[in-house]
């Protein structure tokens, strides 16, 4: 609902504002976005040349359609539910002291993933080559809940260390430092 939304909003806001008096957590806010998140299907389309012939166009079509929103998005709602137990006990590992709590959401479901991938082809400016299911992103997400400033920092900079995240490897979408009313 709005009013709930809107008064979640401005908490998260004041609470931000106050957190930024910590010149830890103020340097975190500056951080500069970057990168994106790739999947690991970089030779499928290659790999598909060989076992489906897709020199005619309808057939192609038939093919990365059944490809894109039956087989990649279970696919990968399969491997994110396998590799969930590791991802959980890492993320417990790495924050395993106080001023942290973790939750860790469900692998994203294949009909997510499907509605992910459509966007991805209706979005014509994104012009996303076959196989689309390379768009999908955060198949398995984690939150880590800061006590205060100095934990994000804290939070930040395990994260960074532990998942090697930098310009070229992995993404930063960092909306710390904005006052838009961006979730």
């Known amino acids: 609902t709005l009013r709930k939304e809107e008064l979640l909003f401005a908490e998260m806001f004041e609470l931000r504002k106050q957190a930024k008096a910590n010149p830890e957590f103020a340097n975190v806010c500056k951080e500069r ?14 790999l598909l040349k060989d076992a489906y012939s897709r020199e005619d166009a309808e057939d192609r079509e038939v093919v990365e359609h059944a490809l894109d929103m039956v087989v990649f998005p279970n696919l990968f709602h399969l491997r994110a539910r396998a590799l969930k137990k590791d991802f959980e006990d890492r ?3 790495l ?30 400016k994104k012009n996303a080559p076959f196989p689309r299911a390379l768009t999908l992103k955060d198949a398995l997400r984690g939150t880590v809940i ?4 100095n934990a994000v920092a804290e939070a930040y900079q395990r994260i960074k260390r532990e998942f090697k995240l930098e310009e070229g490897n992995g993404r930063l979408k960092n909306l710390l430092g904005t006052t838009d009313r961006t979730p």
């Open 33 to 46: 976005s970057f990168g994106k998140v790739e999947q690991p299907l970089d030779t499928a389309e290659n």
């Open 91 to 93: 993320m417990n590992q």
């Open 95 to 124: 924050f395993d002291s106080p001023g942290f709590e973790i939750s860790i959401g469900p692998a994203k479901k294949p009909d997510r993933m499907v509605t992910k991938i459509q966007e991805a082809i209706d979005d014509k």
């Open 146 to 149: 800061c006590d205060d400033g």
